[in-house]
């Protein structure tokens, strides 16, 4: 299907695991963000990138690692989760130029 | 980034208009003002945006004042599906294309 989807959806983990949260788009975007969402609050972006191969930190990078090998994925992973790392986190396309970034569904971590 | 000021809450009636509140004192000639709203367990989504005229769209209106210091979103007849977080965001054009979510305002939409 088209659009954003983002897997797993819901995952539940312990400290000092590596996670990896999947985000895909089929707009072929250049741009992609990750935020993050805790309870209550708004969004914090962790990490984002411009095109394949080119990414940057947001405000909250640390202890997450991303890459972007292709247009259309962009993993985030938790190198060693800890419990501060439960989160609602969001992934989010926009195309070059473009003024509207499109978000995907979440996917809820929660870190035991 | 441009910081953004919201209510934190606000309570309409359904099929009434809603009129929420942004205040951007410090902004910038090159800032947009970004409107998202996110429903209840979803992902944020587009409202609007502008940068000096008011703008209208299937959704809502913005009014931008005259000296840009602060702006309006418009809901026109709002609905129960209406009920939302509605972030108010300055994006610099020019930067990167960041948003910086603040608090967001929280809309209760009454039968």
């Known amino acids: 299907d088209a659009g954003i989807t983002q897997s797993p959806r819901y995952k539940i983990t312990e400290t000092g695991r590596q996670v990896t949260l999947m985000c895909h788009q089929t707009?072929?975007?250049?741009?992609m963000f990750w935020y993050r969402q805790d309870l209550g609050h708004g969004l914090r972006l962790i990490y984002y990138?411009?095109?394949?191969?080119?990414?940057d930190k947001g405000e909250v990078p640390d202890g997450y690692v991303v890459s972007r090998s292709k247009t259309e994925n962009f993993p985030l992973t938790l190198e060693s989760a800890t419990r501060s790392q439960t989160s609602v986190y969001f992934c989010?396309?926009?195309?070059?130029?473009?003024?509207?970034?499109?978000f995907g569904p979440g996917t809820r971590l929660t870190v035991t | 980034d441009a910081k953004t000021t919201q209510p934190n809450s606000m309570e309409s009636n359904e099929e009434e208009p809603v009129h929420l509140p942004c205040n951007h004192s410090t902004i910038s000639g090159t800032d947009y003002i970004h409107w998202y709203r996110q429903l209840p367990s979803q992902g944020p989504e587009y409202v609007i945006h502008?940068?000096?005229s008011n703008v209208n769209n299937r959704m809502a209106s913005l009014a931008i004042a005259e000296d840009r210091k602060s702006s309006t979103l418009i809901l026109h007849r709002a609905t129960l599906r209406d009920a939302a977080v509605y972030y108010c965001?300055?994006?610099?054009?020019?930067?990167?294309?960041?948003?910086?979510f603040g608090q967001g305002t929280r809309l209760t939409i009454n039968p």
């Open positions: 502008g940068l000096t």
């Open positions: 990138s411009a095109a394949a191969d080119i990414t």
């Open positions: 989010a396309s926009m195309s070059g130029g473009g003024y509207e970034q499109y």
């Open positions: 965001i300055l994006r610099d054009e020019e930067g990167a294309q960041k948003l910086v």
């Open positions: 707009w072929s975007h250049s741009y």
